[in-house]
């Protein structure tokens, strides 16, 4: 759909709508079909600009989790993939129970059971219904898998990305959308939902700086957490996050889940966490789509991390970035100066991700630790020397290196021990990269039923009021299994849109009758 095909102020009054979608990113495109699939006139109000729709989900790399018991699963999905990457690739499996596995455990065990249940066993329908509304998916190597002995052998459960990321995601279901003949109505934000009786019968939305009121059988919103906003980012994540970056979307100033809250929903889960990462500390306050994630950095565990005092604060190498690269920028986001460099030697060059190798990219390198140590700004040199030299002398490298695998290559006798991939900095030249905290969303949301209708405060629910994507709350709590989100979004999406339409469909037969 072309801006020029958008819907105006005029023609929004006019229309009626079964369901109005509040968001423009995965969730609400995915909730947007799916009500369209069961039969409902469907309205998406988008609060960006044509140029900047589509939400964080425009920002993502495209990683995407689901479950699956082998390569013949994979071919469902992602029927191009060529003979010579079924040759080349061992993908190994990714068990529904390996997937609630990772979410238990990374949550701490707090993961809401039968949420986390639902969206762990919907996952490869999911990935399948995605792929039918146009969604291409690809093997996400060099992201998630390494070579051993000529092939690239997968980990961590991440098989397949999205072709071309979240700008090709995007274009995907804006394009499924408009064959569809879905609205459109950009720089429209809602501000408070239509209630009647206690049942939700639309929203209040500002259109060209006009107040509207639109009125609908049912409402899904799905606009985002709010991580944009730094006023609510330093009163429910604490002091200090309103000085973080953000990594994505300007938009998600958290308006939906104030006016759920309004209007008598439960709010779910972790209101003080959120996702965070390492992030390039001259990357602007704001995601850049020229730059898309490129400013993280997450190959950290074949490093070490200083902070300003010259000393490890984490355990680089407890699991699998994908396990701990969540909540690491929290970690960043303690240490003084909100700031800290990551470390590595020439040994693992190789393995550093395109991100290591932007433009933009805050860098130091030398031929000696010293010379490293002088050019670390706002470190102190001396006892970054001193770390480092403790580090290396502690490195078991009795144990073979294998980044395919936690090798157990580990340190000994540190204060802060580092569990794998333990080498050495002994290899010049070394380099070094600068980084702050970039939140990326936020945990805090509502509590949804499995139709993802919005639970009531005090029981039931909000009749006619549904909820996708970030949203949703309940199901991460101080960490995050990445390539979950889109997931996320994609199946409560799809599950809001289904029983979005049947109840507006039931409020229509019950006003006819
Ligand atoms: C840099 C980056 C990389 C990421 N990489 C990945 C990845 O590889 N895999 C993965 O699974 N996840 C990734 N994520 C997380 C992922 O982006 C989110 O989990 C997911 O996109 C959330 O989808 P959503 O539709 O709920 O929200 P969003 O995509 O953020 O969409 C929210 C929408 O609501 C709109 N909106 C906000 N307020 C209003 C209002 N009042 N009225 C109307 N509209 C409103 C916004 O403009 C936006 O269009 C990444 C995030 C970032 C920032």
């Not at 792929?131 to 002995?149: E, I, M, N, T």
């Not at 639309?202 to 009125?215: D, F, N, T």
């Not at 049912?218 to 006023?231: D, H, K, Q, R, T």
Request: glycine share 12%.
């Amino acid at each position: 759909m072309t801006q020029q095909e958008a819907i105006n102020t005029e023609d929004l009054l006019r229309s009626r709508y079964d369901v109005v979608v509040v968001g423009g990113g995965n969730a609400a495109l995915c909730a947007a079909i799916s009500a369209h699939e069961n039969g409902a006139r469907v309205l998406v109000l988008e609060a960006a600009p044509y140029e900047e729709r589509g939400g964080n989900s425009h920002y993502t790399g495209g990683a995407f989790r689901f479950a699956y018991r082998g390569v013949e699963d994979l071919m469902q999905i992602a029927p191009g993939m060529s003979k010579e990457e079924l040759e080349n690739v061992d993908f190994g499996s990714y068990s529904e129970e390996q997937f609630l596995e990772d979410m238990f455990e990374l949550t701490e065990y707090r993961t809401d059971p039968e949420l986390c249940e639902l969206l762990v066993r919907s996952s490869f329908e999911t990935a399948k219904w995605i792929a039918s509304q146009g969604v291409k998916l690809q093997p996400g190597l060099g992201r998630q898998a390494y070579k051993v002995d000529g092939k690239f052998k997968f980990w961590g459960g991440l098989a397949l990305h999205i072709w071309g990321g979240g700008e090709e995601l995007l274009k995907a279901l804006y394009a499924n959308a408009a064959r569809r003949g879905i609205s459109m109505a950009y720089e429209t934000p809602a501000l408070d939902l239509l209630q009647e009786d206690g049942r939700v019968v639309g929203v209040k939305a500002r259109s060209q700086g006009r107040p509207i009121e639109i009125r609908a059988g049912a409402v899904i919103l799905a606009c985002g957490g709010f991580e944009s906003n730094p006023e609510m980012r330093a009163r429910y994540l604490g002091p200090g996050w309103d000085a973080a970056k953000v990594r994505g979307t300007r938009f998600n100033m958290g308006e939906g889940l104030m006016m759920a809250l309004r209007a008598g929903a439960r709010p779910h889960g972790n209101w003080s966490g959120c996702h965070s990462v390492a992030w390039d500390v001259n990357a602007p306050p704001f995601g850049d789509l020229t730059i898309g994630d490129q400013f993280q950095k997450h190959n950290y565990p074949f490093g070490i991390v200083v902070n300003a005092r010259g000393e490890r604060f984490i355990d680089e190498g407890a699991n699998f970035h994908s396990h701990t690269y969540a909540k690491y920028g929290g970690e960043i986001m303690k240490q003084p100066g909100m700031y800290a460099w990551q470390v590595f030697d020439d040994k693992v060059t190789h393995l550093l991700r395109s991100e290591y190798r932007i433009r933009r990219v805050t860098k130091a390198e030398a031929q000696t630790l010293e010379e490293l140590a002088g050019k670390l700004t706002g470190v102190d040199p001396d006892a970054f020397l001193r770390t480092v030299h403790a580090f290396n002398a502690a490195c078991r490298t009795d144990i073979p290196f294998n980044p395919n695998v936690r090798d157990g290559r580990s340190t000994e006798g540190l204060g802060i021990n580092k569990t794998n991939w333990a080498n050495p900095l002994d290899k010049p030249p070394f380099h070094a990269y600068h980084v702050t905290t970039g939140v990326t969303f936020t945990f805090g949301g509502l509590k949804v039923t499995e139709n993802a209708e919005v639970e009531g405060l005090y029981g039931g629910t909000v009749p006619g009021l549904y909820a996708a994507g970030e949203m949703v709350g309940g199901l991460f709590y101080q960490n995050y299994a990445s390539g979950t989100g889109l997931m996320s979004g994609a199946t409560f999406g799809r599950f809001a849109g289904a029983h979005a339409a049947q109840h507006a469909a039931g409020g229509a037969l019950k006003q006819a009758s």
